[in-house]
């Protein structure tokens, strides 16, 4: 990890900004206060826009009226974006972000056999073939309750724990460099958003979405291990949760 060492100062809102693209978003909120906080011991994931690439022997996305919304990709590129939840792919040539609509009575596809994954240990997989998509509103792909994902700032949650608005400052991620989409390097604040939900996310677990990239963005605390777990702090202070709630609502 690489600390920048910011000081621990109480939070005015003149100087926090708030902007929907990673390319320009701050990331530069100072530290709370740990002493007003209420800790967690949470375990984390990490979660990417999938790119599935066109192959006209496949089978297209479509929507939850089994109308086709992507150009033709194969078994298990769309299985892979299914478990993602959000794609980039193409239309007629075009390419377009879409993203997990929900489930269909009929399956498109058995994902369990295409991905070679024991039903009996992942259940959720079933499900997996049903899902339809729907054109995504923000640039990498929509959360629940109309929030847009942020690259590096977005958790996906379960809900039934932490609500959707909840903020989390994890200080194993303060002052990791991370690399936005637009190659710019950032050196992270520790804060995340509460935005996103799934099927496999239980309990203490937080899966963190790393943009564009397959790559884990955070090694030093993201292990998809449920033994080891971090320190994450709730946060309540108002003028860092507006910060953040107005990013991934603008």
Not at 13 to 41: E, G, I, R
Not at 67 to 76: A, E, F, G, H, R
Not at 87 to 109: E, H
Request: glycine share 10%; net charge negative; charged share 20%.
């Amino acid at each position: 990890m690489n600390e920048k060492g910011d000081s621990v100062v109480s939070l005015g809102a003149s100087h926090l900004t708030a902007n929907a693209d990673a390319d320009q978003a701050d990331f530069s909120l100072p530290a709370p206060d740990v002493a007003t906080v209420k800790q967690h011991n949470l375990w984390a994931t990490h979660y990417f826009v999938y790119a599935a690439s066109a192959s006209p022997d496949g089978i297209p996305f479509v929507d939850k009226a089994g109308n086709p919304i992507s150009d033709n990709v194969s078994q298990k590129d769309w299985c892979l974006a299914a478990i993602e939840g959000t794609v980039q792919v193409s239309m007629n040539g075009k390419l377009r972000t879409l993203n997990y609509g929900g489930t269909r009575t009929d399956a498109q596809v058995d994902c369990a056999a295409v991905l070679g994954i024991d039903p009996a240990i992942k259940p959720w997989i079933t499900k997996t073939g049903h899902s339809y998509f729907r054109a995504a509103v923000g640039k990498y792909g929509d959360g629940g309750s109309n929030y847009r994902l942020i690259p590096f700032r977005t958790v996906a949650v379960d809900k039934n724990v932490f609500p959707f608005g909840t903020v989390f400052f994890i200080p194993d991620a303060k002052g990791v460099s991370v690399t936005l989409p637009s190659g710019r390097v950032v050196y992270h604040d520790g804060y995340f958003f509460a935005a996103d939900t799934g099927g496999a996310i239980k309990g203490n677990h937080i899966d963190v979405f790393c943009g564009t990239s397959a790559q884990n963005c955070f090694p030093g605390f993201i292990t998809s291990n449920s033994d080891k777990t971090f320190v994450a702090m709730e946060i309540s202070d108002a003028a860092v949760k507006d910060v953040l709630e107005a990013m991934h609502t603008a």
